[in-house]
């Protein structure tokens, strides 16, 4: 990428979660191949993980660092070394996870004085409030970074501003979102809990974060206008606020070696993935992963077992190391699971090179629980998605997919009826159904797979020539006037 001829410096200040953490180290990446000068503020165990961006920042001939400082796990009551949203025991302390991430003021303050770094913008992650309070004192411009689509954050705008949720009297009942451009509804066990206002806890965080964004600057969103560009366009009307869009930051990870370590160390070798997938017909294998957060009770991971086994198709299978249980780890030794798939099957305990495996020609589908990081890797590599959504915004991304892009499908017509209900299982039989249908040889599947590949190939522009590559230009010019 072009470097501009002016220098900044951005301070980044992520939410300590891998969903937020990766697209701002990505962003990094991004500024800096523009000439800019970019300071990332982490704590010990998430500096440990990116090391990978240092070094390459290193090789580079980048300005991009790390400042560290500590997590207040003690004073918030949390374990020690909870410096992760995904090292939380529990979800039920996500909470005080975030009441403690915005404790960080001072000693910011403290480290920025202390190692006299100047920073020109303050980039934060929109739930960070204290950011503002630190931009005033820095007198320098904030902008608030988005981790999700326009999709979610035109819809979440619209179901707030027309008070639809008053009006609604289950968590079951359908209503559709006023003012988008296609026909969508939801239901309020469908979303996020600080959209179905769940607490006066959750309901408080809510409004401190809207708050804090309608003070900044401007928006930064990880997405593009090739991507979703009727969304894009209703966002920035209703914002009222510069908006950029500037995704998919993951294509910033251009070789082989930058995708292999985005994230986290592997939990594989990447000669023996390389390896695997290079021996597998183009399009036949279908990777699945559930991300970081999400967590998939023994039975289900069994049922899912059971349905990837039965699909008779190719197949990488991330699991998260919380959750091999040891009920379930008895269950893949005494039914040999990994010996019946025969050399058909790759299973890896832990954290996947995701990026590597999604641009492989290899992969032909994804099972996705539809995290916004995820669904923009599946776009950008042109691969049709299975989704299974369970949380967060996770539904939104799903009824993107499939009902807006028409790149996917879901795991079973119950899918979003389902993955609601605490306990709930979707059977290894509806699982292989879902797999057969993405890979569908007749009209609707070969129309899915062609659509795919062309909408990667315009996420692909984005970055390299079309309007996130304009608006990244846009984007600092806006700080360099201000």
Wanted: hydrophobic share 40%.
């Amino acid at each position: 990428m072009a470097s501009t001829n002016h220098h900044l410096h951005f301070l980044l200040v992520p939410l300590m979660s891998q969903s937020h953490l990766i697209p701002f180290t990505d962003m990094a990446k991004l500024l800096a191949h523009r000439g800019q000068t970019v300071t990332i503020i982490m704590t010990p165990l998430n500096a440990a993980r990116f090391n990978a961006i240092i070094d390459y920042a290193i090789n580079s001939n980048l300005k991009i660092q790390f400042i560290t400082l500590n997590f207040p796990c003690q004073e918030a009551g949390l374990p020690e070394g909870c410096e992760n949203l995904d090292s939380l025991p529990s979800p039920d302390l996500s909470v005080k996870f975030l009441k403690a991430s915005n404790t960080l003021q001072k000693p910011v303050e403290n480290l920025l004085r202390d190692l006299q770094i100047t920073p020109t913008c303050i980039i934060s992650d929109f739930c960070l409030t204290w950011t503002t309070d630190l931009a005033l004192k820095l007198r320098i411009p904030r902008i608030v970074f988005h981790t999700v689509s326009c999709f979610t954050l035109l819809c979440s705008h619209n179901l707030e501003t027309h008070k639809v949720y008053e009006s609604i009297t289950s968590d079951s009942q359908p209503f559709l979102v006023p003012e988008i451009p296609d026909r969508i509804e939801f239901t309020k066990a469908q979303l996020p809990a600080w959209a179905r206002r769940s607490s006066n806890e959750q309901q408080d965080l809510f409004d401190k974060y809207k708050e804090a964004e309608q003070s900044a600057q401007g928006l930064l969103v990880n997405t593009c206008e090739e991507i979703e560009p009727s969304y894009v366009e209703g966002y920035q009307k209703v914002a009222m606020n510069n908006v950029w869009c500037i995704g998919p930051l993951s294509l910033c990870n251009k070789t082989a070696s930058s995708k292999f370590e985005r994230g986290n160390k592997p939990a594989i070798d990447e000669h023996r993935c390389l390896k695997w997938l290079d021996s597998m017909k183009p399009r036949s294998a279908i990777y699945v992963c559930f991300g970081s957060l999400s967590h998939l009770l023994p039975n289900q991971l069994i049922e899912l077992g059971l349905g990837l086994e039965a699909s008779n198709r190719p197949l990488i299978w991330t699991i998260r190391k919380e959750s091999c249980s040891k009920e379930f780890e008895k269950w893949l030794i005494e039914q040999k699971l990994e010996e019946r798939l025969n050399g058909r099957g790759l299973i890896i305990r832990g954290w996947a090179p995701q990026m590597l495996i999604l641009s492989h020609p290899a992969i032909g589908g994804f099972l996705t629980h539809c995290g916004w990081n995820s669904t923009l890797e599946g776009i950008s590599s042109g691969v049709p998605m299975i989704t299974w959504p369970l949380s967060a915004e996770q539904f939104y991304n799903a009824k993107l997919i499939v009902q807006v892009l028409k790149t996917g499908v879901y795991i079973t017509d119950e899918a979003l009826v389902q993955c609601q209900k605490v306990g709930a299982l979707v059977k290894k039989e509806d699982i292989r159904k879902g797999i057969e249908k993405s890979f569908d040889e007749g009209e609707d599947g070969v129309e899915r797979r062609k659509r795919a590949q062309e909408l990667g190939e315009r996420a692909r522009r984005a970055l390299e020539e079309g309007g996130s590559y304009l608006n990244v230009t846009l984007f600092i010019s806006n700080i360099l006037c201000n």
